[in-house]
């Protein structure tokens, strides 16, 4: 028997059946993005070619560690939105394109759970 | 489906230039997706970089001597202006998420206003972190 009436089980759910989740959680990293972009871009210029010590110390600054953390987290998160749009659309074949899903999925994980590792490493004294 | 022809007509973006023509609004709109797959590895460099400085200073002077040298440097840069890119029209998707710039002229002028601020912002953010 079925509890939930038609109307409840389609209401905010397209054809996709997430509804404009994978929509909206792209325009919410978005905007956070166009905010941390701007924050984390001048401390990395500057430290990128800079001796160790200094590298460490940029990032020891509690301000630089919390911007390069949200960066990761969100720039990471919404990549992986970005890609899985491009598999989904140019690959057709079943197996590579699911293959291709779930190593975006992985892989944009990977990344974005050790640059906010190592950003926590240094900030608390690597 | 009711679309039987689904595997035999032209998909944007491979039309434009062939059976489609190139317009700044398409054009435009592949550089973003194109700046934004390119990204990954520009955010893959940058992660193993935070990596090598969270390892030691050995393993960091060799990631930092990888993307200074002068092919690191040729990458960087280019990432930096498809940041910037991908950033000025990610403002201008936000815009029309909200429902404005529609209008031809404006998307031209968008789009324009795109390209040169993507410009002038790569060469700005050079100059400040030399």
Redesign the interface.
């Known amino acids: 028997m079925q509890f939930r009436t038609d109307r409840q089980r389609a209401t905010g759910l397209g054809a996709a059946k997430e509804g404009v989740g994978h929509w909206w959680n792209q325009r919410v990293t978005a905007v956070a993005l166009a905010v941390l972009v701007l924050l984390f871009i001048w401390p990395l210029g500057s430290a990128l070619g800079e001796d160790y010590d200094e590298v460490l110390e940029t990032y020891r600054n509690p301000f630089n560690a919390i911007v390069a953390i949200l960066m990761f987290a969100t720039a990471f998160y919404h990549l992986k939105l970005g890609l899985q749009v491009v598999i989904e659309d140019y690959v057709h074949g079943k197996a590579m394109r699911t293959a291709l899903l779930l190593a975006n999925t992985l892989l944009c994980a990977f990344f974005g759970i050790a640059g906010v590792f190592a950003v926590v490493k240094i900030a608390l004294g690597a | 489906m009711a679309d039987v022809n689904r595997g035999n007509r032209p ?1 944007s973006p491979f039309m434009i230039g062939q059976v489609y023509r190139p317009q700044i609004t398409s054009v435009l709109s592949i550089i973003h ?1 194109i700046t ?2 390119a ?2 590895a520009s ?2 460099l ?2 193993w ?3 090598a ?5 050995d393993y ?2 060799f990631a ?1 001597g990888l ?2 040298s002068w092919i690191g440097t040729l990458v ?1 840069l280019a990432s ?1 202006w498809a ?1 910037w890119y991908h ?1 000025c029209n ?2 201008r ?2 815009w029309w ?1 909200l429902g404005r710039g529609f209008e031809l002229d404006q998307v031209t002028r968008s789009g324009m206003v795109t390209l040169v601020a993507s410009a002038v912002l790569t060469v700005f ?1 050079v100059i ?2 030399m």
């Open positions: 998909l997706r934004g797959v990204m990954a955010g893959a940058i992660v970089w935070f990596i400085a969270a390892t030691g200073e960091f002077e930092d993307l200074t960087m930096l940041l950033f990610g403002l998707h936000l998420d953010t400040v972190v």
